[in-house]
């Protein structure tokens, strides 16, 4: 059921987004900024041989070289200085937070707001210096492992270290200003824009092997039918709700008694959003790309990885799987819904669930409901993650085409409209606030201000 707020920013004249100042810089100051990283991806790690990475992914583009390549933008297929993505960012989010929640000095230094916020921020940003330094290193002896460098040695490691971790870092800063200062998320929007990149190529290679016999018509039609299910069914679970009924009662404030209300507290189906997904995914894609890049098929752990954690293989998805479900529990109850936030949120307000006591006891209820709706949640997130690749494999689609990928440019598109509307709404709303102020200072039309007759002593 669509809310009152959102029938009144669907309704509302798109005529106002030439009046909503603030929210056309956000717009460009967003773009400006996509416009750089995709700009990014073009120019080259220094001492690359150019014909010999293309060999190389050529080679591994079915796999899970598209698959990477397809979350970078591209960059890595090039091998461009944003080759390692946000990635590491990512990474390191994912470790500051499960320390959050196990050790107590940061637990203890999460609840101090703003001053907190920061020091965590800091935190994850070294985690995220860290991680892109071993990462690179570890890519940069993969190429020469796998004859890529032009000029092997410890100058070519050490100029792409720098050039990898800085470009890491320059993504992460632009996801942050994004945050701030544009609209919608940085980080999300960068992935978003990394993955739309890909598509057009990846479209007319799906053509171009029709054309070719590789593939059947009818595998043509029913990959185009499963993916426009697929969007319709993301759409779908992204916006419903599960409703808990909250009642307030009747207050007095002075000499004036209102009456008691009652509302609805929205739990979505999927409170974590697309985080688990793309949390899952990085985790998987690390160990694997080395693998990928080092070029040594005898080593047997290279070799293991290489045949089992490879897309669409039943260890890949069975892990995938189980860090989906994972994330999507310890991201819901660690950041987007708190039960007990909000039930000392709904006390301060003197709001109740009707037969549950406010308190410790509405934190309870709060976490069995969705506890159970997330049950719900993390499997529509596995399902949609996981059965493209099954059928991508059972049908060999000579391209990587991955559920992940449709739920990133789904959900990120979805808030990113919400966004806008709630810009226009806030603009409406002030517009409505003028109004009000000029016409309570007396300056409506057609009511001239009385004159007083002067006073005669």
């Not at 460098?149 to 942050?176: H, K, N, Q, Y």
């Not at 007095?252 to 929205?266: A, I």
């Not at 479900?325 to 009707?354: H, I, R, S, W």
């Amino acid at each position: 059921m669509v809310s009152a707020v959102e029938n009144m920013a669907a309704n509302s004249s798109w005529s106002a987004f030439g009046k909503a100042t603030d929210l056309r810089h956000r717009i460009l100051f967003t773009l400006g900024l996509l416009i750089v990283y995709r700009l990014g991806t073009f120019i080259p790690v220094p001492g690359i041989d150019g014909g010999a990475l293309r060999d190389f992914m050529e080679q591994a583009g079915q796999g899970i070289g598209g698959m990477v390549s397809m979350f970078t933008g591209g960059a890595l297929g090039r091998m461009g200085i944003f080759a390692l993505g946000i990635m590491p960012y990512i990474s390191a989010s994912i470790i500051v937070q499960l320390l959050t929640s196990m050790v107590p000095s940061l637990e203890q230094l999460k609840k101090e707001g703003e001053q907190g916020r920061k020091k965590i921020n800091q935190y994850t940003r070294w985690g995220t210096v860290a991680l892109a330094t071993v990462q690179s290193y570890g890519l940069a002896v993969s190429l020469e492992a796998g004859d890529i460098a032009a000029d092997p040695g410890m100058f070519f490691r050490l100029s792409c270290m720098i050039t990898l971790v800085g470009g890491t870092m320059f993504l992460m800063w632009l996801g942050e200003q994004i945050t701030a200062r544009g609209i919608g998320n940085g980080i999300s929007l960068i992935i978003f824009v990394g993955i739309i990149a890909e598509v057009p190529a990846a479209i007319a290679q799906f053509f171009a092997s029709g054309r070719s016999g590789a593939i059947s018509p009818a595998v043509i039609v029913g990959v185009l039918v499963m993916v426009v299910a697929t969007i319709m069914f993301v759409v779908f679970m992204e916006r419903a709700l599960r409703k808990i009924h909250i009642q307030y009662p009747r207050r007095q404030v002075g000499m004036k008694v209102y009456d008691g209300g009652s509302s609805h507290l929205p739990v979505k189906v999927n409170p974590s959003g697309v985080i688990p997904a793309i949390f899952a995914s990085s985790l998987l894609l690390l160990p694997v790309t080395i693998s990928t890049f080092s070029g040594n098929s005898t080593n047997p752990v290279m070799s293991w990885l290489l045949a089992n954690f490879g897309p669409g293989q039943p260890l890949y998805l069975l892990f995938f799987v189980v860090m989906i479900v994972f994330f999507a529990y310890f991201y819901t109850f660690n950041v987007a819904f708190k039960p007990d936030d909000v039930a000392d949120n709904l006390k301060n307000q003197n709001g109740f669930v009707p037969g549950i006591r406010p308190g410790k006891r509405t934190a309870e209820y709060l976490e069995y409901v969705v506890n159970r709706v997330l049950v719900l949640g993390s499997a529509y997130l596995a399902a949609v993650c996981i059965l493209p690749e099954i059928l991508r494999g059972q049908f060999a689609i000579p391209f990587y085409f991955g559920g992940t990928s449709v739920l990133i440019v789904v959900s990120v598109t979805m808030d990113t409209i919400q966004q806008v509307q709630s810009h226009l709404l806030a603009h409406q709303y002030e517009g409505l606030l003028e109004k009000s102020q000029l016409r309570g200072k007396g300056g409506g039309k057609g009511k001239p201000r009385k004159k007083r007759s002067p006073v005669r002593r």
